[in-house]
């Protein structure tokens, strides 16, 4: 990898828990340049506007993203074992450890009522994210976990809302239950899609 090339996944690697604590908007040339010890002049060599920058922010997020959630709960079994797999790494992901939490959640307050280049990329991660957790339902179904009648753009929705709710109550409320609530809902969740009864138990 060419000295150029590092120097950009640093700067957008800084760039990325920066967006997490400060939002996309707060996301400046001169703010990162002073984080990082860089000179402002050097970053505009990398990225031509502010606008540019938080695409591209965007885009080196859904690479960590994937390489952190994504890839490490397709290694597991097929089927509901990776539906939870997908749980458990999206908790990892956005946990109180994370600096700023989910970078993804906070852009999203940002800009669910704007238009731009900036909140299509936004969205365009947050439907693969969607269909993602879709298919893994899918293949649930295909592989006699899940009912068939469940309905995978449903189950979808609500594993998102547990997982949205997760982080509101840790990083804002810093309940210290978060996860295990967050668990306990997935679990009824699960159950539900295996035709059984609410689990009280942790599950993901």
Same mark, same amino acid.
């Given at each position: 990898m060419s000295r150029a090339l590092r120097t950009r996944d640093r700067i957008l690697e800084g760039a990325i828990d920066l967006a997490a604590q400060l939002g996309l908007e707060g996301l400046s040339l001169g703010h990162l340049a002073e984080r990082l010890g860089l000179s402002k002049s050097g970053l505009y060599a990398h990225f031509g506007s502010k606008e540019d920058l938080q695409i591209q922010v965007l885009g080196a997020a859904a690479e960590r993203f994937v390489d952190e959630v994504v890839r490490p709960a397709l290694e597991e079994p097929r089927g509901a074992p990776r539906v939870a797999a997908l749980c458990? #790494?999206? @908790? *990892?992901? *956005?946990?109180? $450890? #994370?600096?700023? $939490?989910?970078?993804?959640?906070? *852009?999203g307050t940002e800009l669910d009522d704007r238009s731009g280049p900036v909140r299509d990329a936004l969205e365009a991660t947050q439907r693969a994210w969607l269909e993602t957790l879709a298919r893994a339902c899918r293949i649930a179904q295909e592989?006699?976990?899940?009912?068939?009648?469940?309905? %995978? #753009?449903q189950f979808a929705f609500e594993l998102q809302g547990i997982l949205f709710s997760f982080h509101h109550q840790a990083r @804002? @409320?810093?309940? %210290?239950?978060? *996860?295990?609530?967050a668990r306990r809902a997935f679990g009824d969740l699960d159950a539900r899609a295996r035709g059984g009864a609410s689990s009280r138990e942790p599950s993901c």
């Open positions: 458990e #790494r999206w @908790l *990892a992901w *956005a946990s109180t $450890g #994370r600096s700023g $939490g989910c970078v993804f959640v906070a *852009a592989e006699g976990h899940y009912e068939q009648g469940v309905d %995978p #753009r @804002l @409320l810093r309940d %210290p239950e978060a *996860a295990n609530r």
